[in-house]
């Protein structure tokens, strides 16, 4: 089975904190995505990566960044966080050549910024 | 831009059927994802199509009409258990960057 694996389940920091959420694929997989849930706004695309050192902005990159260093590592940065990035952080792989390539997601990282 | 619309929540009784539609207008399309959402866990994945068409994979069908924009996904015989969110998604680009709607919350009752 897949396994994607996320750092924290709860984190709690404060305004201005530098924040990393890790996540770790065991598939081997080319794709990694990082997406953030809110109520009402369902998931949304924050960052993607289709290979080791590349990176692709998502439909709200504002205020993050990340870093895929290795192939199984797809880390999300939050410079400098602010209270309107509280919320579930949701990482997912895929593999473009198998099957449909439908993402596997992470348990999530529920975010609390103070 | 991207658009996915699908109805915020659905009650439905147990052992009936459930339509849940969506409809979407993206700048492209490579395919439609149906996945589904427990409260406070990770979504997982349902059904997928990329042609015009039903799919059936047990209780769950899901159809895509690609000149229509639309796309429903069919749960028969409900369980309490089905009682979920069921996210609509498409894949609209190059390195499957996947858009998602927002969700229907679907509550099974006795």
């Known amino acids: 089975d897949v396994k994607v694996t996320q750092s924290s389940r709860y984190l709690v920091k404060r305004t201005g904190e530098k924040v990393f959420l890790e996540c770790v694929q065991d598939?081997?997989?080319?794709?990694m995505f990082w997406y953030r849930q809110d109520p009402g706004l369902g998931l949304r695309l924050i960052y993607f990566?289709?290979?080791?050192?590349?990176?692709e902005k998502g439909d709200i990159p504002e205020g993050y960044s990340v870093s895929r260093e290795k192939k199984e590592r797809f880390s999300l940065i939050l410079e400098s966080a602010s209270t309107n990035q509280t919320s579930m952080y949701l990482c997912?792989?895929?593999?473009?050549?198998?099957?449909?390539?439908?993402?596997?997601f992470g348990e999530g990282s529920r975010l609390t910024v103070l | 831009g991207q658009n996915i619309d699908q109805p915020t929540e659905m009650t439905a009784t147990e052992g009936a059927i459930v339509q849940i539609n969506c409809t979407y207008q993206?700048?492209?399309?490579?395919?439609l994802f149906w996945y589904q959402q427990h409260a406070g866990e990770a979504p997982t994945f349902l059904s997928y199509n990329v042609l015009d068409g039903l799919e059936e994979k047990g209780r769950f069908s899901s159809f895509l009409s690609r000149s229509k924009g639309y796309s429903y996904l069919l749960l028969k015989e409900l369980q309490m258990k089905d009682s979920a969110s069921y996210l609509c998604?498409?894949?609209?680009?190059?390195?499957?960057?996947?858009?998602f709607g927002t969700g229907t919350k679907l509550q099974v009752i006795p």
């Open positions: 598939m081997d997989h080319e794709n």
């Open positions: 997912a792989s895929s593999f473009p050549g198998q099957g449909p390539g439908e993402l596997f």
């Open positions: 993206t700048s492209g399309f490579n395919g």
């Open positions: 998604a498409v894949n609209s680009g190059g390195y499957q960057k996947v858009t």
């Open positions: 990566s289709y290979d080791v050192k590349m990176k």
